[in-house]
């Protein structure tokens, strides 16, 4: 019950209990939470005391201050699973950028697409940018669009459009986060085009006619 000798002096400093406890008086909470009025705190204390338990205060800004009587180990542990949870839940959210180029090689691309998706399981969003030099700048709209949908379609990872696809001085970008909604598809395969060649070439061999 209580601090022990290995309890930090910062903790200490940060939770008051029992003895440490300034106020004269203080509003109660039992074990179960239940409300036990305001009370002079050696009364406070003498309850706790009674139940082999800690007075803890709880709110130090309250008027009066708010304590709880419960077992300090109970009440850490209760304590470093609500710091948990709040961590897990202001998870920083970035913006990942990740560049593709019309010559962009399938192997190159399949890379590129595959740690896209590793930002997005991870709850960031990514742009994606077309970079575009020289004649490319000036090519139409519609074909430059279908390149960079050519990578948006190799993403294995289900995803929903944030920001839709745009012209820009460097190219065109598209922002994308991902759709909780729908569940993982598996990765999907890019072949190559000597792999491609290979396929058709077994098609039309006779060892792949039917017998």
């Not at 019950?1 to 109660?28: C, D, H, L, P, W």
């Not at 204390?45 to 300090?72: F, H, R, W």
């Not at 190219?171 to 000597?194: H, M, W, Y």
């Amino acid at each position: 019950m209580g601090f022990t000798k290995y309890t930090s002096q910062a903790e200490k400093e940060r939770v008051r209990m029992n003895e440490g406890i300034r106020a004269a008086e203080v509003r109660v909470l039992g074990p179960d939470g239940g409300n036990l009025g305001v009370l002079p705190i050696r009364e406070a204390m003498a309850k706790a005391a009674e139940l082999g338990l800690d007075l803890i205060e709880v709110s130090p800004n309250a008027t009066p201050p708010v304590c709880k009587i419960t077992d300090y180990g109970k009440f850490k542990y209760e304590q470093k699973k609500k710091e948990k949870e709040v961590k897990s839940k202001s998870h920083i959210t970035e913006t990942k950028v990740t560049q593709v180029k019309i010559g962009t090689s399938e192997r190159d691309m399949h890379i590129k697409a595959t740690k896209a998706a590793e930002w997005l399981k991870e709850g960031h969003r990514v742009k994606v940018d077309l970079f575009l030099w020289g004649r490319y700048k000036y090519m139409e709209f519609p074909f430059l669009k279908e390149r960079l949908e050519r990578f948006l379609a190799v993403i294995p990872e289900h995803y929903k459009i944030a920001e839709d696809i745009q012209k820009g001085p460097k190219g065109l970008a598209v922002v994308l986060e991902r759709d909780p909604a729908k569940k993982n598809s598996p990765p999907k395969i890019i072949k190559t085009n000597a792999q491609k060649a290979a396929a058709e070439a077994a098609d039309e061999s006779p060892e792949g006619e039917a017998a």
